[in-house]
């Protein structure tokens, strides 16, 4: 079970923290994926982030790259997606997405069988 929370609505430039937290399974040695995807309105979803439990390497999209940062505390079971220098554009939901196997490709949503509820950013100009 996934736990998204931490969206809101904020001003361009400003930051906000997402928080994804994983119940349910032993994850901290899995070489498994969190992603963060995220859908705008009217439009399909997308990646936006990555990190394997049980290792310290990262993946943006490049949309994000530079701004936002994806961190983990394995004892917690939870992932970060921290976003600064917010745009209008990354106006969405935001999903945790995780499963038990790796994925074939991280950034392919169809390979994440584990989602959490998704939490709205907004950001206004």
């Known amino acids: 079970q996934l736990q998204a929370s931490g969206g809101g609505l904020v001003q361009a430039g400003d930051s906000l923290r997402l928080s994804c937290a994983a119940s349910?399974?032993?994850?901290?040695?899995?070489?498994?994926?969190l992603a963060w995807f995220r859908q705008a309105p009217g439009q399909r979803r997308e990646f936006v982030a990555a990190?394997?439990?049980?290792?310290?390497?990262?993946y943006y999209s490049d949309s994000v790259q530079g701004r936002f940062a994806i961190s983990k505390d394995s004892a917690k079971s939870t992932v970060y997606l921290q976003m600064d220098k917010l745009k209008p554009e990354d106006t969405a939901i935001y999903y945790c997405?995780?499963?038990?196997?790796?994925?074939?490709?991280?950034?392919?949503?169809?390979?994440?069988?584990?989602w959490g509820q998704g939490t709205l950013v907004t950001v206004s100009s």
């Open positions: 990190i394997r439990w049980n290792s310290p390497t990262t």
């Open positions: 349910g399974h032993t994850f901290s040695a899995s070489s498994a994926f």
């Open positions: 997405a995780t499963d038990r196997y790796p994925p074939a490709a991280y950034y392919v949503q169809q390979d994440y069988g584990w």
